[in-house]
């Protein structure tokens, strides 16, 4: 776990003056800690991304026919429409079941250290079979995937070109791969961005002086990088912990994945990318405004009260952070055949 | 009710016949019935179609918000990527509650003579009204539907540009005609269209014969226009009855909107465009394959037993109605504020 590094003050004169050295002061120290999205699409681990495969995963993305019921695909509760979440304290899934956890957005994700809240998949591909399997979610099984995606000729075609080199291209781990092609592209640059490649205009003085105080407060001990979060596991609550409707007792986070104490409690800190569009907050959801996210932060995190105005500016910063999403166009899937197993709504009880 | 016109047999030497002359007597013959898809947008009833409405309309369409549980959109039963519809007997909607009928396709709806099967609601403004107040499906109010769209800056600013000359521009009328003019632009031209527009090459022999056949049996007695179908209302059992677990009792169809008994198990005729896509058949959801939705038809409809191969080629004739989609772009719908009334699963039962 990392310790919070020790922050250097900036003086306010060095943001709020229209020197272009104390902006460059800014931005240096700011680099220090964040960085901007790259302009291509990251390279990911054993899975080199190429356009068939981006077009085949997008295509997985929308399926609601990974689903038991299909009623669900992956975009239900990633919608790309609404910052790559669901807007729900925690996902409604097969038979109306509510997940343990807020769905997080799906935008920028390939550049968490791991993926879920607790990190237990390491990256995007390990990701996508988790929902499609869970009972509370998409309820399938990978042989049922398999078989639905088998059963059509243009999937199976899509799966040939994309892994020309296997013999038999249309398995569930292939389709996890393609997935994390796909969701590798969602990459939303920000003001902030330009601002941290040198546009001293991208940002408004507010949201200037917000990045000061996000840094200054020592938000950024948990939240730098390139996702401004994500990167590393901090327990909620290292000051005080929230009450029990914000961190509920019976969930306890990192825990379950290492089975070590010092993991009780802990999370993968959230990264801020697009956070105003991803209400609401935290892993139990249960936090809707943003400024009320901030300061219960800063004090269970930082045991800082922050005022009214001062968590308002950090609020103007991470507006900063709201980024455009690429354009996407809806696929158009193939249609079932004799072979496809039927959608099933039932609700089986183990 | 429409009876079954006389139908002139063509020879099939008109269809199978390489001569320009009889390739054009049978288009001649076949546009008698049938309309090309329009090349522009059609207009609709009391309700101008503007840029700015449909991309308001879009966006509506995607969004979940318009549910109470914040889980559906119009786009999850009428899904853009799997045909306009759900791939389900009958969808499942909030508190996994399932629909009583068959989705139909949005796509190329607005040429229907009337929206849902049994022709309840006008056009596509009325039809857009239904699933979001159903309580089987959105169960939402009208009144939390404006709270939600007022509470939210962009949508007020969309609705004020689409709604120019409103003084109060967000109301559940609106919305509807937004969504309106969007599905109005949902037009899928298809070889079909193009035959009819003269490409001879536009269809396969066995295509021909097929389209030849649907003449020649009186297919087109009900399924003509530019929709092949969603013209007029027909008793479902015309001639022979199908199995109640095609057709199941306790659904009488148009007989619940016009309390005559003439109108008992009668539907509106299923638009056939896209067809292919658009899996399982029937009001009921109880076939799933084509050929033998076709041969239910011929026997129930025409008293007529189709082989294999004539109904085979009529599968063929049918696929040539998949049209192409138009290039939708997903949108990108405003974060809620503090004033959107938040989601609930809760199923309230009357």
């Given amino acids: ?51 068939d495969k981006i077009d085949l995963g997008k295509a997985l993305f929308f399926d609601p026919r990974l689903s038991a019921s299909g009623v669900f695909s992956c975009y239900s509760c990633h919608n790309l429409t609404t910052g790559g979440d669901d807007n729900m304290e925690t996902s409604v899934g097969h038979g109306w079941q509510k997940g343990p956890r807020n769905s997080p957005t799906v935008l920028n994700a390939v550049f968490n250290v791991a993926q879920f809240w607790d ?63 796909f969701e590798a592209t969602l990459l939303t640059p920000a003001p902030f961005d330009s601002w941290l490649n040198g546009d001293d205009n991208a940002l408004s003085e507010e949201e200037l002086a917000g990045l000061e105080l996000f840094m200054d407060k020592g938000c950024i001990a948990c939240h730098a990088g390139v996702n401004i979060g994500g990167e590393d596991y901090y327990p909620f609550g ?20 290492t089975d070590t104490v010092d993991d009780e409690y802990v999370f993968r800190a959230g990264p801020l990318r697009n956070i105003a569009m991803t209400a609401p907050y935290f892993h139990s959801g249960k936090v809707w405004d943003l400024k009320v996210a901030v300061q ?34 809806t696929p158009v899937l193939p249609a079932e055949t004799a072979m496809t197993p039927r959608p099933t709504a039932e609700v089986i009880v183990e």
Wanted: hydrophobic content about 45%; cysteine-free.
């Fill in 1 to 51: 776990m990392k310790l919070a590094p020790r922050i250097v003050l900036l003086t306010s004169a060095a943001v709020l003056g229209a020197s272009a050295a104390s902006a460059n002061e800014l931005r240096d120290y700011a680099l220090e800690f964040f960085k901007p999205l790259p302009s291509t699409v990251p390279a990911v681990a054993d899975n080199p991304i190429t356009k």
């Fill in 119 to 181: 990190g237990r998949a390491d990256d995007l591909k390990a990701q996508a079979k988790g929902p499609i399997q869970a009972g509370v979610e998409m309820a399938n099984t990978p042989e049922n995937v398999v078989a639905t995606l088998s059963s059509m000729g243009q999937y199976v075609e899509w799966f040939e070109t994309s892994f020309p080199d296997e013999a038999e291209p249309v398995t569930f781990d292939n389709m996890a791969k393609a997935i994390e092609a």
């Fill in 238 to 257: 290292l000051i005080e912990k929230p009450g029990s409707d914000i961190l509920p007792e019976g969930d306890r986070g990192r825990f379950a994945v």
């Fill in 296 to 329: 219960i932060m800063a004090e269970s995190q930082l045991g800082e009260e922050l005022s009214d105005e001062e968590a308002g500016k950090i609020v103007a910063f991470l507006g900063s952070l709201t980024g455009e999403v690429p354009t996407i166009t």
